[in-house]
């Protein structure tokens, strides 16, 4: 049974920083594509960085220079490090991986960026 568990979110002050980490299992992680998306309330689900199986790696233009997403294949796990912290910031953070055609989520971990 394939499972992913995201950890690490949580409140932090504007400017800070959290790591988020997101372990697999159940799959083999190192041929999958993965993905961290977000949702604010009332808004869509949005891309905020991705990692090809390669290690190829993108991000959303609000993510560019203050996030930075890796994975350990070893750990069967993908990181989020996000810097310089932002209240828009705020949302559930959820872990995707993909290889056509499945697709498989995590439950999501809030982050909230507030004084």
């Known amino acids: 049974q394939v499972q992913l568990v995201e950890s690490g979110g949580g409140l932090v002050q504007p400017g800070g920083s959290l790591r988020l980490s997101c372990a697999a299992s159940?799959?083999?992680?190192?041929?999958?594509?993965m993905g961290w998306y977000r949702q604010a309330p009332g808004k869509q689900r949005e891309l905020v960085a991705g990692?090809?199986?390669?290690?190829?790696?993108d991000y959303a233009d609000s993510a560019k220079g203050r996030f930075t997403i890796s994975r350990v294949n070893a750990k069967n796990t993908m990181y989020l490090q996000m810097n310089s912290l932002k209240p828009d910031d705020t949302a559930v953070y959820y872990c995707?991986?993909?290889?056509?055609?499945?697709?498989?989520w995590g439950q999501g971990t809030q982050v909230t960026v507030s004084s």
């Open positions: 995707k991986m993909s290889r056509s055609p499945r697709n498989y």
């Open positions: 159940g799959v083999i992680f190192s041929v999958y594509d």
């Open positions: 990692i090809t199986r390669g290690g190829r790696t």
